[in-house]
């Protein structure tokens, strides 16, 4: 018999910083607590994928596109999918990342726009690969975070 696990994928609410802050730990750089303010901001959706009612996976739909001015300049009105992560380890290439991806198109399509940037580090070669087998191209847009 198999069984099968149900992935949800839902904007980050209050509650839910506390339990990232004890998933993967942002330290004092607070990372899920200013992508959530942001996302009440209106400028991005905090996305965090559910998996038997714990975190496996989130990411920064940013609205006003990448923080690079370079970025923004080249790809005017584009949001970025950014802070993509999947954790543990031993949850990935399970088509979460993949999953959570697609969400966040949706939610693009569904705003109007056209095109998504996904921001990768330029070691981070397995997330580059999925991004690509996606059907998303390298820009040569290089930029510090």
Known sequence: MEIRLILEIKECRAQDVKLLEQWTPSGRSQTHARRF???????STFLIAWLQGLPTASGE?????????????AFPDCPELNGLQVSPASARSQGIGRTLIGHAEQLARQRGCGQLGLGVDDVNFRAAALYLRLGYTETGCHYTD
């Open 37 to 43: 303010a942001r996302q009440q901001q209106g400028v």
């Open 61 to 73: 739909l940013k609205w006003t596109g990448c923080d690079a001015p370079e970025v923004r300049e």
